[in-house]
């Protein structure tokens, strides 16, 4: 069962944590968990705050202070590069999957449209005409081809989204 204040300080919380998430070099969710992370171990150890509002505020101006603290001192090793542009680890596992997921369903296309598309997806990137030599098809008839078979891998992946 939800507590009541939490209910009554989460708009208040919301806009201090916007407020200071910035200036702090932190995100605004996080900001709002340590704060609710205090206000939570406050009421479990029953010492509710007397006036809630004016603590609460408080304790994203403590948080806030902490953060700019933390980001002071947290220094990147030497030999780490300092600007990592690339897609983390969990951005790789969800591309991934997402891949694995179309081929999949291009697997399951009718007549010749799994080799096409798969063609299409290669990632050598081959040109129209070597596509259609591949296939056995003339290059005027691989686009109207490409989006029949664009038209059919369309409504299977949406068939399969609305499906989850």
């Not at 999957?97 to 697997?107: E, F, T």
């Not at 989006?147 to 992946?157: A, I, N, Q, V």
Request: with cysteine.
């Amino acid at each position: 069962m939800t507590h009541p204040l939490l209910t009554d300080l989460r708009p208040l919380l919301l806009a201090e944590a916007a407020a200071e998430a910035r200036a702090c070099g932190m995100e605004p969710c996080d900001l709002e968990q340590a704060v609710w992370l205090r206000l939570l171990e406050r009421l479990r150890a029953n010492r509710a705050p007397t006036d809630p509002s004016a603590w609460l505020r408080r304790a994203v101006r403590t948080e806030a202070r902490r953060g700019r603290r933390t980001a002071r001192r947290e220094l990147p090793y030497p030999d780490e590069p300092v600007d990592d542009t690339g897609p983390g680890p969990e951005q790789r596992a969800l591309m991934a999957a997402r891949g694995r997921a179309l081929h999949a369903a291009v697997h399951r296309l009718p007549g010749r449209c799994p080799r096409l598309v798969g063609a299409l997806l290669s990632p050598r990137d081959p040109t129209y005409r070597e596509i259609a030599g591949e296939l056995g098809i003339s290059q005027g008839s691989l686009g109207p081809e490409r989006s029949k078979c664009l038209g059919c891998l369309r409504r299977l992946l949406a068939t399969e989204v609305a499906a989850r």
